[in-house]
């Protein structure tokens, strides 16, 4: 799966890896171990709560990138599942699904990132595959 997006789209995808820097940070202050397995932590950021919230915000934040969004969506779910389940007439379920498949494919980049800059040090033995 490649993670190269239309050029259009690096604003969106920008904004979606702050918010998972910023959901990072807010849950190494309460429970550090955690970074050291970052596909749960990917998991409990964006599947124990939605990006965004409501059709209208949802539209906005769409935009004009709406059928491009669709596209990798489509892409992925038949790439990783082999047939497309999200309901492409919900606006909200076409973000958070976005924002899931673009948290999956840089969790663990993003972890990395915030370790490295914040001098975190775990054992090794410790971390996650």
């Known amino acids: 799966m490649t993670t190269q997006y239309p050029e259009n789209m690096d604003a969106k995808v ?11 940070e807010e849950i190494a202050d309460y429970n550090l171990e955690k970074l050291q397995e ?14 965004i919230v409501g ?4 539209k906005q934040w769409l935009g004009t990138d709406v059928f491009d969004v669709i596209e990798h969506i489509k892409y992925y779910e038949q790439s990783e599942f082999g047939e497309v389940n ?7 379920a076409i973000v958070n699904m976005w924002v899931y498949i673009i948290g999956e494919q ?5 972890v990395e990132q915030y370790i490295n800059d914040n001098n975190i040090v775990f054992d090794i033995e410790d971390m996650e595959e």
């Open 55 to 58: 059709t209208w915000q949802a």
């Open 106 to 110: 840089n969790i663990y980049d993003l």
């Open 14 to 24: 920008a904004e979606i890896k702050a918010y998972i820097l910023d959901r990072i």
């Open 86 to 92: 999200t309901d492409f007439s919900s606006p909200e």
């Open 38 to 51: 970052p596909y749960d932590l990917g998991n409990e950021i964006y599947n124990t709560d939605y990006y």
